[in-house]
């Protein structure tokens, strides 16, 4: 949209909101400072005396939260320090940035208040789960806000531009019009009364997805907390990053986290260029016939449900299975179970990964060939390219959006092995290679029911998954100018 | 953006002679797809083999066989027959199927339509707030619990609801749905026709490929589907097929035999090994039976999938 690239005029009194901003944030940074002041005006005990605010950000505080940091402060800090860099730089968007402040401020005395109240139980009901319950909505409430406010101002920004440009298209004209373009809540209303069936069809939808899609994200609060039946999502004594620590500190961390890298890594080092050999052999067969029969052949193991794969594959690999007798053929005497050994359970699930999804995943690089225009193929010829010319100079140049675009949809799905397949593949022999992120966070959650710290270790796999998306992303954006969004 | 472009492959007639290169190559590829073709069928057959051998001789040796060993039987297929699991597992996968379909169906439809309309204020933020549920999702834990506390544990809508919506496929429709021109539409409003007129009878219709495609996907998700229910269901006799066959297969549940008086005690192991082969073949030929009708909707469904919503 180049209308959303032309610098605005500032309004009027941008300016005083601006200073309003700074002066927020800095009053935020002093109460930060002078903390241990405040208490002591506040509440008058010795503990809150004793400490600074620098006690405060290494969470070096009496109480549950003792010795880390408060994820509150952080996400504060976060926050307060991105409200000022924009409010400083880009005044422009001032209603992010006074919501971030304001989110600072509040996660501030959020935070203040948890500590006291927890260090001194002077609050009637389970304190700190209380004051952490209500920091934590504050925060949500706050973050979702800033997301319509983001957006708002853009559509806002949008509405402007059109409006100065139909004064000054009018301006031009030389006409006098009395027609006067609605503001947006106007038009949000107008919007409503036209659209509403088409809001009423989507709604059910919408409820699905903040029940079972945003209900479980709100749940992610039991991995700051000891969840207990009995206590629920929010009642639960609050323990900070404790579950986190208890997993880095663990063996599993490292296990877990390798395995799941080397098998992804596996998997597109021999998954990923595969089909698109396949597919580039499939184009070159001449007799169609022929080819529609390779084709159905090799999509047919896609079908076979994952449990029936699995049954067949804990079959062959058994010591007296089918692949123990091709070992044999090949002069092995006494061949393992290749599923009771962790040597080669990468083996075998990448293997058993490959004849799956060969030739259902060749299937796009087939369309995407089948879309190169056909006169390069004559051109290339005519300049006197051989068959292996033509594939290096045309069709993989032709591929290169369709290969770039899996390919970062691969790489952001590193960390995202799935646990089903593993579920139904290892057993005790095999964890050392197998056991993946997302088979130990249902091994610690679903079996042992240890919820909380199940979600922690969930919860660090999929921000570290997001964040990999969005690089992939950024990265395909950069370097092949197709992205995802 | 990559979209992929469907055209009929127009190879140049003229055929020209070819190089020596050109024809080890050409006699190299046939080679290569026929073993790749016997890779991915072996298995199959294998197993289809291995179900109709005589047991006794099956469990003595093995190896690469092209035959069923011994005597021909169906022994296997009458003891899977008699495991009541079967059958409720078929059942069940069936409920699960049709009514689950017919939820995912109606949602992603009715979603679809209303999202691809122009000029609707909120539909680019709902979007927005949909598509970014494809890149952070709470997890196991809480997506359990969530089902937990809305009591649905051990129930057939447990089952079914938490996963009405696949965003994957929602998006695909949407950009079907959004290809249809939009005088179609305005002509059915002047003739008086509101939205839900319009989507069931202008829209489904039109976009019946589509739907037809993503119909599919969601059916078969259904078919395999086994990782939820074990989660979630505690009482066997709602357990889908999938969970069935990975009590019989994979925890080697030998429930089936012992129910059946025939078979002796000295005999379970070999009866054992038939029974899986046999299971195998019982739960694999229904969807390998319709593959090859369904084929080309699977690949168009790849391909309309492909181009970005």
Not at chain 1, 1 to 21: F, L, N, Q, V
Not at chain 1, 139 to 145: F, H, I, R, T
Not at chain 2, 283 to 298: E, M
Request: net charge positive; charged share 15%.
């Amino acid at each position: 949209m180049t209308a959303a690239k032309t610098t605005r005029s500032s309004p009027a009194g941008s300016d005083w909101k601006r200073i309003a901003i700074i002066v927020l944030c800095a009053m935020t940074l002093l109460t930060l400072i002078f903390l241990p002041q405040l208490n002591a005006v506040n509440r008058k005990t010795d503990e809150a005396l004793t400490l600074s605010g620098l006690d405060f950000l290494r969470g070096n505080t009496p109480g549950k939260s003792e010795g880390s940091m408060h994820p509150m402060i952080i996400g504060a800090i976060i926050f307060g320090l991105m409200g000022l860099l924009v409010a400083l730089f880009r005044p422009d968007k001032f209603l992010y940035s006074i919501v971030s402040a304001i989110f600072l401020i509040v996660s501030v005395f959020m935070f203040r208040f948890d500590v006291t109240y927890q260090a001194k139980g002077e609050f009637g009901l389970d304190a700190n789960s209380l004051a952490f319950t209500v920091g934590w909505m504050i925060a949500m409430g706050l973050s979702v806000v800033n997301l319509i406010v983001v957006i708002w101002r853009k559509r806002q920004r949008t509405m402007v531009l059109r409006r100065e440009n139909l004064a000054a298209t009018y301006a031009r004209a030389d006409i006098k019009s009395t027609y006067r373009v609605p503001t947006t809540w106007e038009i949000i209303k107008k919007d409503f009364a036209k659209h509403w069936p088409i809001y009423l069809l989507i709604l059910p939808t919408i409820i699905f997805y903040v029940i079972w899609c945003y209900g479980p994200m709100y749940g992610i609060l039991i991995s700051f907390n000891n969840y207990k039946a009995k206590g629920g999502i929010t009642g639960s004594e609050w323990v900070g990053l404790q579950w986190f620590r208890d997993f880095f500190r663990s063996a599993y961390a490292y296990r877990t986290i390798r395995n799941t890298l080397l098998i992804s890594f596996w998997n597109l080092v021999v998954g990923f260029p595969a089909p698109i050999i396949l597919a580039l052999l499939l184009n070159e067969m001449r007799s169609i016939k022929y080819k529609r029969v390779v084709q159905t052949i090799t999509y047919m193991p896609y079908f076979i449900s994952l449990v029936v794969m699995c049954g067949i594959l804990t079959d062959f690999c058994s010591t007296t299975g089918l692949f123990a007798e091709i070992q044999k053929l090949f002069g092995v005497q006494s061949p393992v179970n290749l599923l009771g050994d962790a040597k080669y359970f990468r083996t075998v699930y990448v293997g058993s990964e490959l004849w799956q999804r060969l030739g259902w995943d060749s299937i796009i690089f087939l369309s995407a060939l089948a879309g190169i225009d056909q006169e390069q193929y004559e051109a290339a010829t005519i300049d006197g390219a051989g068959k292996f010319k033509q594939v290096l100079h045309v069709t993989l140049p032709g591929l290169l959006p369709t290969i770039s675009i899996l390919l970062i949809l691969r790489i952001g799905s590193l960390m995202g092995v799935g646990y089903e397949k593993i579920i139904l593949l290892y057993n005790g022999l095999t964890y050392e290679t197998a056991d993946v992120v997302s088979t130990y966070v249902y091994r610690k959650g679903i079996v042992d029911a240890n919820f909380s710290f199940s979600t922690a270790v969930n919860l660090f796999n999929s921000v570290i998954n997001f964040m990999l998306v969005i690089f992939a992303n950024r990265m395909s954006a950069v370097l092949t100018e197709n992205s995802l969004w | 953006m990559n979209t992929v472009v469907r055209k009929k492959k127009h190879r140049p007639k003229s055929r020209k002679l070819m190089t020596r290169g050109e024809k080890a190559f050409e006699i190299f590829n046939y080679v290569f797809m026929a073993i790749l073709c016997v890779i991915c069928l072996y298995p199959l057959w294998y197993v289809l083999v291995c179900s109709v051998s005589d047991p006794i001789e099956l469990y003595a040796q093995r190896g690469i066989m092209a035959w069923p060993l011994g005597t021909w039987s169906v022994r296997g297929y009458r003891l899977v027959m008699e495991n009541p699991n079967i059958p409720i597992g078929f059942r069940n996968t069936l409920i699960y199927m049709v009514i689950g379909t017919l939820v995912n169906m109606f949602l992603t439809t009715t979603a679809a339509y209303g999202l691809s309309r122009k000029n609707c204020y909120w539909n680019g933020f709902i979007m927005k707030f949909i598509a970014f549920t494809m890149y952070f999702q709470g997890g196991l834990i809480p997506f359990y619990l969530q089902v937990k506390s809305f009591n649905l544990l051990d129930t057939y809508s447990g089952i079914i609801l938490p996963v009405a919506v696949n965003t994957w496929n929602l998006v695909v429709m949407r950009t079907s749905f959004a290809a249809i021109p939009d005088s179609l539409e305005e002509s059915a409003r002047l003739d008086g026709a509101n939205d839900w007129t319009i989507l069931w009878r202008i829209f489904f219709p039109l976009a019946q490929a589509t739907v037809a495609v993503i119909s599919l996907f969601y059916a078969v998700t259904w078919w395999n589907n086994w990782f939820n229910p074990s989660i979630f269901l505690s009482s066997k006799s709602k357990y889908p097929l999938q969970l069935v066959l990975r009590e019989i297969l994979l925890k080697n549940d030998t429930s089936a035999m012992t129910q059946v008086g025939s078979v002796g005690q000295s005999q379970q192991e070999q009866f054992r090994m038939l029974v899986k082969y046999c299971t195998i073949i019982v739960a694999t030929v229904p969807i390998l039976v319709v593959y090859p009708f369904l084929q080309r909707y699977f690949v168009k469904g790849v391909m309309i999938g492909s181009i970005k919503g």
